[in-house]
Structure formats: C-alpha cells, structure tokens
C-alpha cells in the first residue's frame, strides 16, 4: 500500500470487477504462426468462458505482441478469475480442459500460472496432505535430530514435551481469538 503500481492495481480490480486472484495461464503452441491459426482466438475464449465473470486478455483482442513468442509460435492469454483469495484456491481444471478440447488441431494446449502450477504438483488434488501426515513427518524428523544432538532416548524426552505442550497451547490461544473476533465482527455488523 502506498506504492504507484499497488494503487494502480487497486483502483484496476475496483473498476474490472476482478484481478484479486492470481491469473489462468493459458498457452498454445503451434508449428507455425500461432497468430494465423484458425480458431486459436475461439479456443481462448472458450476457456476463458468455463468460468463465469472472468476476464481475458490475449494478442487477439488487445493486439499486444508480448502475448507472442519472438518466433510467433506460441500465443498465451491471461484468464483473470474473479473472486477473493483464500486458502482453499481456484480450480483450474475446467479451463485447461476446455482449452484442450478447442484447441485447434496440431496445436498443443497448456494452462499455468500459480494455480495450474499447483494442480499439477498436487496431481489434480485440491488439498494437500493432511495436518496428521505433515505432523508425523515432522515429528519423526524431530526425533532423528534430538537422537543425533543428545545421544539418548531420555535427553530427547524434555525437548518433546516443551514442543508438545507449546504447540497445544498456540492452538488453544489461537482457537480462542478465533473464537472472539468472530463473535466481535459479527456483533459490530449487527449494530449498523
């Protein structure tokens, strides 16, 4: 906040109605001339279409060659979600699917960007592994640590339970703020 290009931003969400989540990437890649490609102009637009309110920005409707490979081979187009961030993401599966099934014969069809990137590492999952998992991952390799510092099964037991206890009380405390922010937000909207 403060800064030109933050308030450009801002004042560029307010006006398009969307921008807050992070963009689509949508590619094609041609033997050719993307730009010359029947159908790759239709093949954006149907995939920016999956998902209702988006807003997209290509070569075949701004005209910008930056949207173009120096050789021209490969066009992409910028698919702007709308919505508000959150922790749960966006799915990107829809609109890579419905570029793949427009694309244009011989013409190779990808979405990226942040969110595709993340649906191909999860291999299509939406949520990652569980806090039991990622616990006892983390556990485990705790114990290995405190095993290889202080050489005994018994010199490891106090550092477990100061980290055990610590983490029940951050919980504790953070379910309780939790608790009382969300009953002071939602008296304070009932007064207005």
């Given at each position: 906040?403060?800064?030109?290009?933050?308030?450009?931003?801002?004042?560029?969400?307010?006006?398009?109605?969307?921008?807050?989540?992070?963009?689509f990437v949508?590619?094609?890649?041609?033997?050719?001339?993307?730009?010359?490609?029947?159908?790759?102009?239709?093949?954006?637009?149907?995939?920016?279409?999956?998902?209702?309110?988006?807003?997209?920005?290509?070569?075949?409707?701004?005209?910008?060659?930056?949207?173009?490979?120096?050789?021209?081979?490969?066009?992409?187009?910028?698919?702007?979600?709308?919505?508000?961030?959150?922790?749960?993401?966006?799915?990107?599966?829809?609109?890579?699917?419905?570029?793949?099934?427009?694309?244009?014969?011989?013409?190779?069809?990808?979405?990226?960007?942040?969110?595709?990137?993340?649906?191909?590492?999860?291999?299509g999952e939406?949520?990652?592994?569980?806090?039991?998992?990622?616990?006892?991952?983390?556990?485990?390799?705790?114990?290995?640590?405190?095993?290889?510092?202080?050489?005994?099964?018994?010199?490891?037991?106090?550092?477990?339970?100061?980290?055990?206890?610590?983490?029940?009380?951050?919980?504790?405390?953070?379910?309780?703020?939790?608790?009382?922010?969300?009953?002071?937000?939602?008296?304070?909207?009932?007064?207005?």
């Open positions: 906040p403060g800064y030109a290009a933050y308030e450009a931003n801002v004042r560029s969400v307010d006006e398009l109605g969307n921008g807050r989540v992070g963009p949508a590619v094609l890649r041609a033997d050719g001339d993307i730009a010359r490609v029947a159908g790759a102009e239709e093949a954006f637009e149907r995939a920016a279409a999956v998902t209702p309110g988006a807003r997209l920005s290509s070569y075949f409707n701004t005209g910008d060659e930056p949207y173009l490979s120096p050789d021209r081979r490969v066009a992409f187009a910028e698919i702007y979600p709308p919505g508000e961030l959150s922790f749960e993401g966006v799915r990107v599966e829809p609109t890579g699917a419905a570029l793949k099934a427009t694309a244009p014969p011989g013409v190779d069809a990808y979405v990226t960007g942040i969110d595709g990137l993340y649906a191909e590492a999860a291999g939406q949520e990652g592994p569980s806090v039991l998992v990622e616990t006892v991952v983390g556990g485990v390799g705790a114990l290995v640590i405190l095993l290889f510092t202080f050489g005994a099964l018994p010199a490891i037991a106090m550092p477990l339970v100061v980290a055990v206890a610590s983490i029940l009380n951050t919980f504790t405390l953070v379910w309780l703020l939790t608790y009382v922010t969300t009953s002071r937000s939602s008296s304070s909207s009932s007064w207005r």
